[in-house]
């Protein structure tokens, strides 16, 4: 069952964390940006509010919460309802997906990789970001967790679990950058990005469907 209580009853604090969190945000998209393709149909699975799809071009997304598809929309973004683990689309749809943050509220993360693959063309490729669960804001993050009202819900991974996900799933072996750097309320600057994972907080990743 999608966990959606908390983006539906606070989707104003949803809003103000990127603006309280401005150089944080734009660090984050700053690498997402980095390995999502500038051409092409894209699909963000679990949109949320539309704040990584928009700037990135992601044209459509799927989302669970009323609340959030209705700013998703405001945002010109084309929303469909739906979950991870059932893509409401055709095999073969898109040329690339985009999940942020999102696998760490999903019921299974497998099967939900699985239906990324299933609509994405041969050539398509897979741009996930989430929370890096060994990395020190990851640690930092499950220390408070039930002080937060959204990550109170969220199951963390780390960097290494995700790569095996992606591969069992079928994808291939993916390119990995990682940033965010120290204490969130401490950066005062868009961050640069670095390769690899295991000190950044955010870790994006990059893989291709495979064959």
């Not at 500038?38 to 609340?67: I, N």
């Not at 679990?161 to 940033?179: C, H, K, M, N, Y």
């Amino acid at each position: 069952m999608p966990r959606i209580g908390p983006f539906e009853a606070h989707s104003r604090e949803y809003e103000e964390w990127f603006s309280r969190n401005s150089y944080v945000y734009r660090s984050e998209l700053r690498a997402l940006a980095h390995f999502t393709p500038a051409a092409g149909e894209g699909l963000e699975v679990g949109v949320g509010s539309g704040r990584f799809a928009q700037p990135l071009g992601v044209q459509v997304g799927v989302e669970p919460s009323r609340r959030m598809r209705g700013l998703a929309e405001s945002r010109g973004i084309r929303v469909f309802d739906g979950v991870a683990e059932s893509l409401p689309f055709p095999d073969a749809r898109f040329d690339f997906a985009l999940m942020v943050t999102t696998i760490c509220f999903v019921d299974d993360p497998a099967r939900s990789f699985q239906e990324v693959r299933r609509v994405l063309r041969p050539a398509g490729v897979f741009v996930l970001g989430f929370v890096d669960r060994d990395s020190p804001l990851g640690l930092l993050y499950q220390r408070r967790k039930e002080q937060n009202l959204f990550y109170r819900e969220a199951t963390f991974y780390g960097a290494s679990e995700v790569v095996a996900l992606l591969l069992r799933s079928g994808f291939e072996q993916p390119q990995i950058i990682q940033t965010v750097f120290g204490e969130l309320e401490e950066i005062r600057c868009v961050q640069s990005f670095e390769e690899g994972y295991g000190q950044g907080g955010f870790v994006v990743m990059r893989a291709g469907r495979g064959t």
